[in-house]
C-alpha cells in the first residue's frame, strides 16, 4: 500500500517541503530508502524500525520503499523519523489516509519510541503556512518554537504511540500556545552597561548615537583603556526592541543553527556577537561540510562587535566584503547554495598601534615602520565599507572623579530618528537610511546648491570614492532624522565628513581643516 507524509527540512535558513513517500509491497524483506539522502538520514531507518517495535507496531516481512522528494535535494538531519514512520504506518493501515491529510509531521524518534526535538523547525512551520498547511505534528520541545506562527494548529508530541493515538482519534492533544506579545514586552538587558554610566567621551557616545539610528558601522580607535569596549556593550541598551518580523528571522537562524536554549521559543533581544580575534574565516560567515549560519548571520538585526580589529586574520577580515554590502552570505556547494541572512551593524574597535599607548609619545614604544604595518592589516575597500570612524581620547581624571550620571535620552532620540525612518521607507523592503542603495539615496535624499558645493570640494580634497560618497549622504541623512530636519544641511553634511575622516592620517586629516569640516567646534576640541 502506497501513502505519503509531508515533512519539511532547510535550506539555508528557508524552509521547504519534503514529501516523504512510502510504499510496502509483496517481495523479499526490505527496507530501502532514496532520495539523495545524507548518512543520518539513511540511518533513520534501523532508528524506525526499532522505535516501532519497542512502541508495540510490528513491521510485517515485506519490501518497503521509502522516497523522500523531490530526489534533486540533499536531505539533512533527522526530522524525517517521525515521518517514516507515521508514513509506513498509513501504509499498513494503522492510521487512516485522510488522518495525514494537510499536516506537517516532523520529529526525530528514538530507540524507545521517544520523541526528540530537531533543529530547524521553526523555518519550516513558516515555509508550510505560506503553502496551505493548517496543523503540524512537532516533538514537545519543539512546540513553543513552531506556534510562534499563526494560521497553524501546532500538535506537541512525546512518543510513537500518542502519535498514533492522537491521529486515529484515541486521545486529545490541545495545541500549543504562545503569547507572542508578551514575550516582545520582555525587555532584558542582561550584563549591559548604561549609557548614564559612561564617564565623558561626549564625541564617541554622539558617534555612537548617530550608528544606532541609522545602524551604521563604526570603528574606533582609541589608546587601550580608554573605554571602546565597554561603550560597545552598552550599544544594544539605545537601539530599539524587535519587531515580531524581525524576532523570526533571528529566530529562524538560531533555530537553524541549533542555538535555541531549552525552553526558549523566541529571540527577543537584539543579538550582540563578540567573536575572539581567533575565529576562523568559515566560524565567521558561516558555512562548513553541512553548512551553518556563522557569527554574521547570527548577528542579523543586531550588532557584530569584533574588538582588537586588526588582530584578526587578513583572510577573515576580508570576506566580511561581500556581506557588508549587499547583507546576505551565500555558501555555494555542489549540492546546492545556501543564502543566509547578514543585515548587521559592524561596530569595530582597534588600538592606534601595537602597544596601544600611542599618541602618548611618552608610553608608547613602537617604531612608525610598527605603527604602519599593524594598520595595513586592514585593507582600504573594508575600511571604505565602515560608515563612522571616531578617534577615542583616552578619559581625564577628571571625568572620572565627576560624580553625576550622563544623560539618559540617548535611546529616546535613536527611537524617534529611527520611527521618521520608518516612515519614510514604508513603501520600500528597508528601515534604515544605512540599507539605502545608489538607486534609493538618489530618491530619498537631495542637496541644495550650497550643500553640493560641500560635497564637491570635500571630493577634490580628499579621497573620498563613489561608495564613501553615498555614505557621508547616508550619514548626514541620518544626523538630519536626529535633529529632526526635513532636509540635509551645511552643519549636517560637515559633521557627516567629520565622522567619515577621522581615522584618516594626519596629512588627510589637515587636508580636511577647510569649513569647519573637522567639527572641533561643536564638540570643544
Known amino acids: 500500500m502506497y501513502s505519503k507524509v509531508t515533512s519539511g527540512g532547510v535550506l539555508g535558513v528557508e524552509g521547504l517541503l519534503i514529501q516523504v513517500e512510502t510504499d510496502i509491497n509483496d517481495g523479499l524483506p526490505m527496507f530501502h530508502m532514496v532520495g539523495f539522502l545524507s548518512a543520518c538520514v539513511k540511518e533513520a531507518g534501523e532508528r524506525v524500525r526499532t522505535a516501532l517495535k519497542n512502541s508495540g507496531f510490528q513491521i510485517p516481512p515485506k519490501k518497503i520503499t521509502i522516497n523522500l522528494s523531490p530526489a534533486d535535494i540533499r536531505k539533512e538531519g533527522t526530522a524525517y523519523d517521525l515521518p517514516i514512520a507515521i508514513g509506513i504506518m498509513v501504509s ?29 523547525i521553526l523555518p519550516v512551520v513558516h515555509h508550510a503556512v505560506k503553502q496551505g498547511i493548517t496543523r503540524c505534528l512537532v516533538p514537545a520541545e519543539n512546540a513553543e518554537e513552531a506556534a510562534l506562527i499563526r494560521n497553524i494548529e501546532v500538535i506537541p508530541l512525546r512518543t510513537l504511540s500518542e502519535a498514533e493515538s492522537y491521529l486515529n482519534e484515541k486521545a486529545v492533544i490541545e495545541p500549543a500556545f504562545v503569547d507572542v506579545e508578551a514575550l516582545l514586552d520582555q525587555e532584558d538587558m542582561g550584563e549591559l552597561g548604561d549609557f548614564a554610566d559612561i564617564k565623558g567621551q561626549e564625541i564617541l557616545k554622539h558617534g555612537m548615537e548617530i550608528a544606532a539610528a541609522g545602524m551604521h558601522n563604526i570603528l574606533m580607535t582609541g589608546a587601550a583603556g580608554s573605554g571602546k569596549s565597554m561603550i560597545a556593550k552598552c550599544l544594544p541598551t539605545i537601539l530599539p526592541r524587535l519587531t515580531f518580523e524581525e524576532s523570526i528571522d533571528i529566530t529562524k537562524i538560531y533555530s537553524v543553527a541549533g542555538l535555541l536554549k531549552k525552553g526558549q521559543a523566541m529571540i527577543t533581544k537584539r543579538p550582540f556577537r563578540a567573536p575572539h580575534h581567533t575565529v576562523s574565516a568559515i566560524a565567521l560567515t558561516g558555512g562548513g561540510a553541512i553548512p551553518k549560519p556563522g557569527e554574521i548571520s547570527l548577528s542579523h538585526n543586531g550588532v557584530l562587535f569584533l574588538d582588537e ?55 608608547c614604544t613602537c617604531t612608525c615602520r ?28 577628571s571625568d572620572l572623579l565627576e560624580d553625576k550620571r550622563a544623560e539618559t535620552e540617548i ?90 575622516y577621522q581615522n584618516l592620517t594626519e596629512e588627510a586629516e589637515g587636508n580636511m581643516q577647510y569649513k569647519g569640516m573637522k567639527g572641533g567646534d561643536r564638540y570643544g576640541v
Open 92 to 120: 499498513m493501515g494503522l492510521i487512516p489516509n485522510d488522518k495525514i491529510e494537510n499536516t506537517l509531521i516532523m520529529g526525530e524518534l528514538g530507540l524507545d519510541g521517544r520523541i526528540n526535538a530537531v533543529s530547524g
Open 309 to 363: 580589529l586588526p588582530e584578526f586574520g587578513r583572510n577573515v577580515l576580508e570576506v566580511m566584503r561581500q556581506p557588508l554590502e549587499d547583507r546576505e552570505v551565500t555558501i555555494a556547494r555542489i549540492q546546492g547554495k545556501y543564502i543566509y541572512p547578514a543585515g548587521f551593524m559592524l561596530v569595530a574597535a582597534r588600538n592606534p598601534c601595537p602597544c596601544g599607548m600611542y599618541p602618548d609619545l611618552n608610553k
Open 370 to 397: 610598527q605603527i604602519r604595518q599593524y594598520n595595513a592589516r586592514l585593507s582600504r575597500p573594508l575600511l571604505d565599507r565602515i560608515d563612522i570612524n571616531v578617534n577615542v581620547r583616552r578619559i581625564d581624571c
Open 411 to 500: 535611546r529616546e532620540r535613536v527611537l524617534a530618528a529611527q520611527n521618521i525612518q520608518k516612515e519614510r521607507y514604508r513603501s520600500e523592503s528597508i528601515n534604515f537610511n544605512s540599507q539605502l542603495d545608489g538607486k534609493r539615496t538618489k530618491q530619498y535624499i537631495s542637496l541644495g546648491r550650497a550643500e553640493q558645493e560641500l560635497v564637491r570640494e570635500a571630493f577634490e580634497h580628499t579621497e573620498l570614492s563613489a561608495r564613501g560618497y553615498n555614505r557621508v549622504l547616508k550619514i548626514a541623512r541620518t544626523i538630519a532624522d536626529l535633529a529632526g530636519s526635513i532636509g540635509i544641511h551645511e552643519e549636517h553634511l560637515k559633521e557627516a565628513l567629520f565622522f567619515r
